[in-house]
């Protein structure tokens, strides 16, 4: 059965922390993805990877970086967390040719 | 094909059908599809459709597509209690690349 799990379903933290967000697929998917959900807005995307090492922006980028050292493993970096990214983070996993992105249940993050 | 659309709330009572619609910008997605949250949760995926297709049924839902008009819909027939959720229509219009809509929040009321 296909699995994308994410560290924390709940985080707090203040304002100027450096937060990591981990997210780990067991399905051997090449593609992995960041997206942040805001009410209103829907699902935007922030980075992904296609490759180990590999990284390409998505549409909001900034204050944000990815690392990927892992197939199975894609985090997530707040360097500075500041309380406009006060949100819920969805990570993702694609084969390179699959047709479809499996869901982790989210990460509700909340910056004091 | 950064444009998906969809109305925000529906309500529908138990036992009825919903209809929930999305539109696109992008004619080169390849695939369009639907996406169930329930509270709390992640995606689920619930169904997609190949752009070359009209439609698709799998058991209480039908897909339509009018690739014409850039009009998806989802119709869930029999709604029930725990359809009530976020659903949310993507597109994607190349390899890496998804576009969902701001997602439709169904209220069943018994």
């Known amino acids: 059965d296909v699995k994308v799990t994410q560290s924390s379903r709940y985080l707090v933290k203040r304002t100027g922390e450096k937060v990591f967000l981990e997210c780990v697929q067991d399905m051997d998917h090449e593609n992995m993805f960041w997206y942040r959900q805001d009410p209103g807005l829907g699902l935007r995307l922030i980075y992904f990877s296609y490759d180990v090492k590999m990284k390409e922006k998505g549409d909001i980028p900034e204050g944000y970086s990815v690392s990927r050292e892992k197939k199975e493993r894609f985090s997530l970096i707040l360097e500075s967390a500041s309380t406009n990214q006060t949100s819920m983070y969805l990570c993702a996993s694609s084969s390179r040719v699959a047709e479809t992105q499996y869901f982790g249940p989210g990460t509700r993050l909340l910056v004091l | ?31 369009l599809y639907w996406y169930k949250q329930e509270p709390g949760a992640g995606l689920q995926l619930l169904t ?63």
């Open chain 2, 48 to 110: 997609y459709i190949f752009s070359n297709m009209d439609m698709k049924q799998d058991q209480r839902l039908t897909v339509l597509l009018n690739k014409k008009d850039k009009h998806l819909s989802l119709r869930i027939a029999d709604t029930q209690t725990g359809d009530s959720a976020i659903y949310f229509c993507a597109e994607r219009y190349n390899f890496n690349k998804f576009y969902f809509g701001s997602g439709t929040k169904l209220n069943v009321k018994p």
């Open chain 2, 1 to 31: 094909g950064e444009d998906v659309e969809q109305s925000l709330f529906l309500s529908v009572r138990e036992g009825d059908s919903s209809v929930i619609n999305c539109t696109y910008t992008d004619s080169s997605s390849t695939y």
